[in-house]
């Protein structure tokens, strides 16, 4: 009578193991090569449209962080490279700053006692210092563009003051801002028809 042999493996727990394991393997080895072919494709481009740094809503928005800027030099009596800073920091989360927004607020700071005394000769009745914090400083900024930024037209200039000071200012800013930037304007083009009728003649003989 012949003995039939049993084989049974030497170690059942450790085949189980080891047939885990292998299969543990072959599951991580078929993961990743599903994931290989998306870390070789380029992520999409960026389809969303820039904006020019000339276009309206992007100068609406430079001349409310100039706003915010001459508000706090007004109230902190930092330097203007100092507020500049400070605002990119607390304000901008450290992102790069609109070049115009840098012009215009050092340009201020430059030849504030021009900007300032433009204000005083068309304000009858009110002291600079008297004035609305953002009045006085909207002023200061339509101001300066009038005088300095030939770039800019001043209808634009004149029309963004008054739009903003309807937004952050009182019921009366829009008007009190229109009354004074048009006195200025209005002396500005009369010494620019007077200076071109004199340069059109000619020296007197």
Same mark, same amino acid.
């Given at each position: 009578?012949?003995?039939?042999?049993? +084989?049974?493996? &030497?170690?059942?727990?450790?085949?189980?193991?080891?047939?885990?394991?292998?299969?543990?393997?072959?599951?991580?080895?078929?993961?990743?090569?599903?994931?290989?072919?998306?870390?070789?494709?380029?992520?999409?481009?960026?389809? =969303?449209?820039?904006?020019?740094?000339?276009?309206? !809503?992007?100068?609406?928005? @430079?001349?409310?962080?100039?706003?915010? !800027?001459?508000?706090?030099?007004?109230?902190?009596?930092?330097?203007?490279?100092? @507020?500049?800073?400070?605002?990119? =920091?607390?304000?901008?989360?450290?992102?790069?700053?609109?070049?115009?927004?840098? %012009?215009?607020?050092?340009?201020?700071?430059?030849?504030? =006692?021009?900007?300032?005394? =433009?204000?005083?000769?068309?304000? &009858?009745?009110?002291?600079?210092?008297?004035?609305?914090? !953002?009045?006085?400083?909207?002023?200061?900024?339509? !101001?300066?563009?009038?005088?300095?930024?030939?770039? +800019?037209?001043?209808?634009?200039?004149?029309?963004? @003051?008054?739009?903003?000071?309807?937004?952050?200012?009182? %019921?009366?800013?829009?008007?009190?801002?229109?009354?004074?930037?048009?006195?200025?304007?209005?002396?500005?083009?009369?010494?620019?028809?007077?200076?071109?009728?004199?340069?059109?003649?000619?020296?007197?003989?």
């Amino acid at each position: 009578m012949s003995s039939r042999r049993i +084989i049974r493996p &030497e170690n059942p727990e450790a085949s189980l193991e080891s047939d885990r394991k292998v299969r543990k393997r072959r599951k991580e080895s078929g993961a990743r090569a599903d994931a290989a072919p998306s870390s070789t494709v380029p992520p999409e481009p960026d389809e =969303t449209p820039q904006i020019e740094d000339g276009a309206s !809503v992007n100068r609406r928005q @430079a001349r409310e962080q100039i706003l915010q !800027v001459l508000y706090m030099l007004d109230v902190s009596g930092l330097q203007a490279v100092e @507020a500049l800073r400070l605002f990119i =920091t607390c304000h901008l989360g450290g992102r790069p700053m609109d070049p115009f927004v840098r %012009e215009v607020v050092c340009g201020i700071s430059e030849n504030g =006692t021009v900007v300032d005394q =433009t204000i005083r000769e068309h304000s &009858e009745n009110w002291r600079l210092n008297r004035m609305p914090i !953002v009045d006085r400083n909207l002023l200061r900024l339509a !101001v300066f563009e009038l005088l300095f930024r030939e770039d +800019i037209p001043p209808k634009v200039s004149i029309n963004e @003051a008054i739009e903003l000071g309807k937004k952050y200012g009182s %019921e009366d800013s829009g008007a009190f801002i229109n009354g004074i930037l048009d006195g200025v304007y209005r002396k500005l083009k009369r010494e620019a028809t007077y200076k071109s009728g004199t340069e059109s003649e000619g020296p007197s003989k």
